[in-house]
């Protein structure tokens, strides 16, 4: 069992930076691929960001390519997604989540997820 608890959220304006963290419990952290995912008002759960349990390899959303980054410190049980240039249309809750399994990209794919923090963007 992992449970997963986000922060780092908050109000930005258009152009600005956050850097998300997600603190994992568990002593088996480092054995899990971690992702973020948002979800807007109205819209579905959509993929950001996937980092593999080593942090070798990450994937990436072609929306947030370039602008967001992930890394993982598994010595702090934690993943992180820096983001830069925040658009309005990053406006989401943000949710972290752990998969025993090889990293991917689907929400299915996952098998522990966090509460979420907000993220708004300011036009």
């Known amino acids: 069992q992992v449970q997963l608890v986000e922060s780092g959220g908050g109000l930005v304006q258009a152009g600005g930076s956050l850097r998300l963290s997600c603190a994992a419990s568990?002593?088996?952290?480092?054995?899990?691929?971690m992702g973020w995912f948002r979800q807007a008002p109205g819209k579905e759960r959509e993929f950001v960001a996937a980092i593999s349990w080593s942090g070798g390899s990450t994937y990436y959303a072609d929306s947030v390519k370039g602008r967001f980054t992930i890394t993982r410190d598994n010595a702090k049980n934690t993943v992180y997604l820096q983001m830069n240039s925040l658009k309005p249309e990053d406006t989401a809750v943000y949710y972290c989540a752990a998969a025993q399994r090889p990293v991917g990209v689907g929400v299915r794919e996952y098998d522990y997820w966090g509460q979420g923090t907000q993220v708004t963007v300011s036009s």
């Open positions: 568990g002593r088996t952290f480092s054995s899990y691929a």
